[in-house]
């Protein structure tokens, strides 16, 4: 269910560490950055807070704004950073879909936890993306499809270069 969408506004960005540029706010709320909604400055950190989002509605299954659901729970990542640390509303809170079982509750949890990282309110708190693909790149072995068929895993081949 989850939707890609304005990632790469940091392209716009000239090179460089801590640059930003300030630009006619675009994109979709629910996955902008708090600092960018206020001051218009693209920055890595930005698009980062949105990856984070992602991971954040992969998780629950839920769409990143919904003036549908309940106020507290309108704007996805307010509400999960007050349920993130107590794991029995975590796990509660997850997409039915996602079968966690004993073996991989903890994989699951490391990826609320980088949602949770990357969705910080302060960019200074938010991880590299570069880290966030450290953290998610051991956890694909756990979760590649079996193939009854051919008794071999199947899905993406991750061993290709980024």
């Known amino acids: 269910r989850a939707k890609v969408s304005d990632f790469g506004l940091v392209k716009l960005a000239p090179d460089g560490g801590e640059q930003s540029v300030v630009t006619k706010l675009a994109g979709t709320f629910g996955y902008l950055a708090p600092e960018y909604a206020v001051t218009g400055k693209i920055t890595t950190k930005a ?95 756990q979760w590649k499809p079996w193939d009854d068929d051919t008794e071999e895993y199947s899905g993406i081949d991750y061993s290709l270069p980024l």
């Not at 809170?93 to 949602?115: G, R």
Request: charged content about 25%.
């Open 47 to 141: 698009d980062v807070f949105s990856f984070g989002v992602v991971l954040i509605e992969l998780l629950t299954g839920l769409t990143a704004l919904d003036e549908h659901r309940a106020e507290e729970k309108q704007y996805l990542a307010s509400w999960f950073w007050k349920i993130k640390s107590d794991k029995e509303k975590l796990l509660a809170a997850l997409d039915p879909a996602i079968d966690v079982k004993e073996d991989t509750v903890d994989s699951t949890l490391t990826i609320a936890e980088l949602a949770g990282h990357c969705t910080a309110r302060e960019p200074s708190q938010r991880p590299d993306i570069g880290h966030a693909v450290n953290v998610l790149a051991p956890l694909v072995e």
